[in-house]
């Protein structure tokens, strides 16, 4: 039995662990299945060196394959004998496994490499390692195919010290070499001191994930939190229109009720004042009836015998012709209901305004960073166009409504309530909110340069017509380097270029003014609340003065 697993053994391929197929045998003396040796030396191609799987012998150039007749003829013979090829056994090493470099004929896997010997052994040839006292000094790591790598490919000796001025692994002979003069350590203290800088590194990437794990936790609760509080806004909103829809229904409902009781009182009268109108008709005409009949009697005895028993004629309960007053009936009602609808349009418009910046100013995250470079302001830039029904009647728009110039005299615009009318101001038609930059190029004299509420009064020479006297505005006095805010003018950091740059961040009430010529420099900043949108404005002063907002670039 012994006999024949041997045959079997002999007989298999070291690749395919089975019979081997159009056997063939290599210089060194091993044998293979023609297709799994040539598929082995395929893959080794690249390298331009072939070796035996086996014993490692290489071969150059690639050896020609030719089938070996003779171990054919023995593989038939035991299949006619019904022999089978003995089972895999998984501790001899397979294609893909490190071979014992100690073991003959057949090879075992390799268990452990060994650093200096640069050798791979199986658990029987690696145990002086383990016994003899110089070999326990070596250093075994995993199984490793690539240990000649660790062979200095110009002197042939180990790789075993680290030049730090190169950042390379060197033998001790490119120390006296190449590498001479060079700080140069102990591969192994060198990766001594790496893998303590890597047990940091790691250290710290751990805690950064722990601290990223405790974030994202955050944010998920966040997530919950926001949106536990839409939900329930939402929920509290539908209630608050759905009790807004009934009261309205309800005084529809009564407007309705309170037509239709006047409706049936005015009817009742008027019908009351019919029938009485109606029996006096049938009274007269009842009347007429008699004194007709008296006018046809002949005899004028009978005649004025029956004419004193005739009733008078009584007073009439009407006068003689009804007075209707001059009125619209009801259409009067329908104008007050109309007036009420337009009243809660307004009131409506008005509060979707603030409840749509409420809605916005929800702000969870922390803001991005201000910008500091102009590319980096100019992501935010915004095109601002002026309003011709704000424009005070002295001014002229030009470029597109972006440019605004005092000429001194009326240039003929329609009358409007939202027009300036003493101050030479515009505002845009633009409401701002958000994020948002624009630049502003000012000429011929002082000019103001601000945002403001939209309810800033229009008629009059007050301070709540004027950008930076009105309260709730902010605005920078170009020619005098001033900044203004609820009538209160304070220095700045001047002089103020020709163009200005306007940086709104709304929701976390920044608002900065730059002066811009090559670089940017900050002028004055503002940190406040916005409640409402703002909209852009200017104030030219001197005939000729004007000021353009420029289209972002």
């Excluded at 022999?83 to 090493?93: G, K, N, S, T, V």
């Excluded at 009564?254 to 019908?271: A, G, L």
Aim: proline share 4%; charged share 25%.
């Amino acid at each position: 039995m012994e006999h024949n697993q041997l045959d079997q053994e002999t007989l298999c391929c070291s690749i395919c662990l089975d019979l081997l197929k159009d056997p063939v045998a290599i210089a060194c003396g091993h044998n293979y299945c023609m297709n799994c040796i040539k598929t082995h030396w395929d893959e080794e191609d690249e390298k331009g060196i072939h070796s035996c799987p086996q014993c490692r012998e290489t071969f150059t150039p690639r050896p020609v394959l030719k089938k070996n007749t003779m171990l054919a003829a023995l593989v038939e013979q035991m299949k006619k004998t019904g022999l089978q090829a003995a089972p895999a056994d998984h501790r001899y090493a397979g294609p893909e496994d490190v071979a014992c470099d100690f073991c003959t004929g057949r090879k075992l896997k390799a268990i452990k490499s060994c650093l200096v010997c640069l050798a791979s052994y199986c658990e029987k040839h690696l145990q002086p390692h383990y016994d003899v006292a110089p070999l326990k000094k070596h250093k075994l790591v995993e199984p490793n195919k690539n240990l000649q790598e660790n062979i200095c490919s110009k002197h042939g000796k180990v790789i075993d010290i680290f030049c730090r001025t190169d950042k390379k692994c060197i033998c001790y002979l490119c120390t006296m070499d190449e590498h001479k003069g060079h700080d140069t350590v102990s591969a192994a203290a060198e990766r001594t001191e790496r893998q303590r800088e890597l047990e940091e590194r790691r250290g710290n990437i751990q805690q950064r994930i722990q601290d990223r794990e405790k974030d994202v936790k955050l944010l998920q609760q966040e997530v919950k939190a926001i949106n536990h509080s839409a939900d329930k806004t939402v929920e509290d909103s539908e209630e608050i229109f759905t009790q807004l829809i009934r009261l309205l229904q309800k005084r529809s409902s009564e407007v309705k009720q309170q037509i239709r009781s006047q409706q049936e009182t005015e009817v009742s009268r008027v019908k009351d004042v019919e029938e009485k109108l109606q029996q006096e008709i049938t009274e007269l005409k009842r009347k007429d009836a008699e004194l007709e009949q008296l006018s046809h009697t002949e005899d004028h005895n009978q005649f004025l015998l029956n004419y004193p028993s005739l009733p008078a004629l009584s007073e009439s309960t009407h006068s003689s012709s009804i007075n209707i007053r001059p009125l619209r009936h009801f259409e009067d009602v329908a104008a007050a209901v109309s007036e009420l609808r337009e009243k809660l349009q307004d009131v409506l418009r008005d509060s979707w305004t603030n409840i749509s910046l409420m809605v916005t100013e929800v702000d969870v995250l922390l803001s991005e960073p201000e910008p500091k470079s102009r590319a980096d302001f100019l992501r935010y830039s915004c095109e601002i166009t002026l309003d011709p029904n704000t424009v005070n009647a002295e001014l002229l728009l030009s470029e597109g409504n972006r440019k605004v110039t005092l000429m001194g005299q009326s240039q003929s615009y329609p009358r409007h309530p939202d027009r300036f009318s003493h101050y030479y101001q515009v505002l845009s038609k633009e409401s701002l909110t958000g994020r948002c930059y624009w630049e502003v190029e000012w000429r011929g004299g002082p000019t103001i340069i601000g945002v403001t509420y939209k309810n800033i009064s229009r008629v009059g020479i007050g301070k709540e017509c004027l950008i930076g006297d009105y309260g709730k505005s902010w605005a920078l006095n170009c020619h005098h380097s001033k900044f203004g805010h609820n009538n209160i003018w304070t220095s700045v950091l001047g002089p103020v270029s020709s163009r200005v740059g306007v940086y709104l961040d709304h929701r976390a009430g920044i608002l900065s003014f730059y002066s811009v010529s090559g670089s940017m420099t900050l002028i004055h900043r503002v940190q406040t609340r916005f409640t409402e949108p703002l909209l852009a404005g200017v104030y030219v002063y001197n005939t000729g003065c004007s000021a353009e907002f420029c289209k972002p670039n």
